[in-house]
């Protein structure tokens, strides 16, 4: 974790960043100091610690090399670029650091890397108003063998917070008031360090995603940090698909249900009667039955509705346009109504008269029981 940050900062921004006001701070090694948008270990950054009169802004190389390291050995400045806060304590490497060695690294920015499959992609992290942040890390000296002193720090790392962990499991250490900046630098005791590693829960840190190509060290420059669109990902689609679906609301109901086809309009009123062979529209406000055999005829409508509104008659439903004055209908035939709806009119027939080309054929006349009792008399008659 944090293993690439931009640092643009002029050493007395440093300064300013870690709320240093008062006199003036010494500055050492500033010559090897080179702004860049693309710092990686083994770069040499402005860093912040105390010193015998006040503090110092001392240029050191990024990637500790522990002073206990051999003489002939050759740093490795990416062994220990970052060091985990929670075994600080616990590391000869760190522990014995812990006392007097603190200090704090001022950057404009940090990068991460969020694995997508096979790829990485790069997010510059930073506050949202430009200010620089300020980590907390250890420092250290080391001689080689030819004589020469080499200053080396390592950055603290803590769990990531609730914002960032979609991106990577572990952030920097970030010191972000006065009062954690004052007690990391300067309190001697150690026990008062252990809430300062907390992760940085605020809101005002903020990310976007950058090119891919400062993953070479070479590339460095403004563009390094410019946002980019990100291309969408091939299992979105996917992802929506099998992604838990909203209940639907009465509302929503209503609005995915398609319109049904638009009705005719319906008669206001009508009678049937088989006697007739017609069906008469009947005024709305008063209804007068038709003439004739009685047992023939069906019973008015129970509703009457206006146009636009099914007419019930017994059971069948009847369509038709209503224009105002008197005219024949026709029933529907059978093979336009579902059997059902053909059953539940029923005509009940005492004499025998014909029900009409839409009802049942003519029969003859008499009743078919009469008459066979009259020819069994004729035939044992004779």
């Not at 503090?55 to 002939?72: E, I, R």
């Not at 060091?83 to 404009?108: G, H, M, Q, T, W």
């Not at 360090?193 to 940085?200: D, E, M, S, V």
């Amino acid at each position: 974790m944090c293993g690439r940050a931009r640092c643009t900062l002029r050493p007395e921004d440093v300064r300013r960043a870690c709320h240093r006001h008062g006199p003036p701070a010494r500055f050492l090694h500033l010559e090897c100091y080179r702004p860049s948008y693309n710092v990686a270990p083994g770069s040499y950054m402005p860093v912040l610690r105390r010193d015998k009169d006040g503090v110092a802004v001392h240029c050191m190389k990024w990637g500790l090399v522990p002073g206990f390291t051999k003489k002939t050995d050759k740093p490795d400045f990416f062994k220990m670029f970052n060091a985990r806060s929670e075994s600080i304590a616990e590391k000869a490497s760190f522990r014995r650091l812990l006392p007097k060695n603190r200090c704090l690294v001022a950057v404009d920015g940090f990068y991460e890397w969020k694995k997508e499959g096979s790829k990485k992609q790069p997010y510059y992290i930073h506050f949202k108003d430009e200010r620089p942040l300020v980590f907390a890390a250890l420092f250290d000296s080391w001689q080689n063998s030819g004589g020469e002193t080499l200053y080396t720090f390592t950055i603290l790392t803590t769990a990531s917070s609730s914002a960032l962990d979609w991106l990577h499991d572990r952030m920097p250490v970030i010191l972000g008031d006065k009062d954690s900046v004052d007690t990391w630098l300067d309190d001697p005791s150690t026990s008062k360090l252990q809430p300062l590693l907390a992760p940085y829960e605020k809101s005002d840190l903020v990310w976007y995603p950058v090119t891919s190509a400062i993953g070479k060290l070479s590339f460095d420059g403004p563009e390094r940090i410019q946002q980019i669109p990100l291309k969408a990902s091939q299992n979105s689609l996917i992802s929506k698909f099998f992604s838990a679906k909203q209940p639907k609301t009465e509302e929503r109901d209503k609005e995915t249900i398609p319109a049904g086809p638009k009705e005719e309009p319906i008669l206001e009123g009508v009678l049937v009667s088989d006697s007739n062979d017609e069906i008469k529209q009947v005024d709305e406000e008063k209804a007068e039955p038709l003439v004739g055999d009685s047992s023939a005829v069906a019973s008015p409508p129970e509703s009457v509705k206006k146009e636009g509104e099914s007419v019930e008659t017994g059971g069948l439903e009847l369509t038709g346009k209503s224009s105002g004055r008197k005219r024949d209908y026709e029933l529907f035939s059978a093979q336009e109504k579902p059997w059902k709806q053909q059953q539940s009119v029923v005509v009940r027939m005492q004499d025998d008269k014909s029900c009409g080309k839409h009802g049942r054929k003519k029969q003859g006349k008499g009743n078919s029981k009469e008459t066979q009792s009259t020819l069994h008399f004729f035939f044992d008659e004779k």
